[in-house]
């Protein structure tokens, strides 16, 4: 099993970007899917969740900017980043709370990391 997280890259302030997190293997449930960041010398903190129902959950800070979605016959969560600021810039990370295979259950699954730089 992997979670592979890619669409990172360097943006102006005020600009988009759509970040991508596939899970792939023989996998056959996927519960809560999220993005988190960790921005030099600070803690990793929680971006935004989403269940496999569609539940949604984000932190204060991207509320209004930021929009997690998730295409379930794809093992895919997207985050769709607008208004971008200079404290966005981070390494963005995905993750699944519990991803069921024909492997077995893994649990708080990480992928690698793909960095947003908001830089004029």
């Known amino acids: 099993v992997q979670l592979q997280a890619s669409g990172g890259g360097l943006v102006q302030p005020g600009g988009s970007l759509r970040l991508s997190c596939t899970a792939s293997g023989s996998i056959f449930s996927i519960n809560t899917m999220g993005w988190y960041r960790q921005a030099p010398g600070k803690q990793r903190e929680l971006v935004a969740t989403i269940t496999s129902g569609g539940r949604t959950n984000y932190t204060d800070s991207v509320k209004g900017r930021f929009t997690i979605s998730r295409d379930n016959a794809k093992n895919t969560v997207y985050l769709q980043m607008n208004s971008l600021k200079s404290e966005d810039t981070a390494v963005y990370y995905c993750?699944?709370?519990?991803?069921?295979?024909?492997?077995?259950?893994?649990?708080?699954?990480w992928g690698q990391g793909t960095q947003v730089t908001v830089s004029s």
């Open positions: 993750n699944a709370d519990r991803i069921g295979s024909m492997e077995g259950w893994r649990y708080d699954y």
